[in-house]
């Protein structure tokens, strides 16, 4: 009789944990149904990851960094030095200055408030930065366009506006930018027409591929498109030489590169294909090669959520009609990436924060006299890694 009234028992279990399933399925199910989905996203054939063996075997170098001027910054995303004094720009919409330890605003593009995603239009948000030939500063604000901006008197001097179509389309999401020693051209990148810095998240589970490569001439004033049908297009790199520019394609994991003089000039073809993360900004190495940071990386062996999800988009609906993008972000582990490139896009070697625990969020690594300023486009401040200590 024991073993009756436990089966009895098991079954009134397995009756009422399925009624109670079901009854939360169903509205839970029609709830999903009839919400609407911001996005519409479209399947995207990403490769199998780079395996994370040899030159990109995990490891704890980035984890040596010391943080600098902790709490003093807020999502530094790009920096750059003018001698010994570094710049960056802000998530608060500012353009500071960091000289003897001591952190200055320079200048300000929009005006607040900030701090909400709601205020980053009108607060502005200074992504790459880059040092022009007069120790002029040029800086492309996502929301507001490219300016230069005088370091010393913190003049700001509109360049582009994302008001201004440019071959019929709106700039919605300047990214990032890269000057010619002369400074007569400046390339840049837009991620989208149609999201926001704000909506990265969307853009890249989207996977829409309406991101530009532009050119703007310094002294005709003119701005050119140079590349269509990028899916987030972010950190550009021009090479040593200036025959070609790097384009860092996120979503793709990917670098593009296209020729700006020599024989294939306006041609393009790809420079590094399927990446173990997804990159974000590109910057010189000492050595000839070029430094890529990424925030996010693509776990192989192991589990990667974005490769999980690209070929899936009824999964992503169904997320992002449930979760807001905050949400969906804790949701991938932090490991913080940087890898440097030779100059033909081989691995030299790979640095890693795999539990992000030193460096979450890494979006640009500077090399300055022998160290490697760590950017952040989420922590409130700035790491810099002796690269004789790893």
Known sequence: SGQQSSAYSSKVFRVTFLTLAASLAVPLLGATVLLDCPIDPQPIGLKEPSLLTGVLEPNNKLQKAERLWENQLVGPESIVN??????????????????????QTVARIGHGP??????????????????????????????????????STGETKMLVSTKTLIEGQKLSFLNDLTVTRDGRKIYFTDSSSKWQRRDYLFLVMEGTDDGRLLEYDTVTKEVKVLMVGLRFPNGVQLSPAEDFVLVLETTMARIRRYYVSGLMKGGADMFVENM???PDNIRLSSSGGYWVAMPVVRPNPGFSLLDFLSEKPWIKRMIFKLLSQETVTKLVPKHSLVVELSETGSYRRSLHDPTGATVPYVSEAHEHKGYLYLGSFRSPFICRLNLQHV
């Open 82 to 103: 003018i001698g010994d004094v570094l710049f960056t720009g802000t998530a608060d919409g500012k353009i500071l200055r960091i000289e003897d330890g001591e952190v």
């Open 276 to 278: 173990p993360g997804l």
């Open 114 to 151: 900030c701090g909400t995603p709601a205020d980053e239009p009108t607060c502005g948000r200074p992504l790459g930065i880059r040092v022009g030939p007069n120790n002029t500063l040029f800086v492309a604000d996502a929301y507001y366009g490219l300016y230069e901006v005088n370091p």
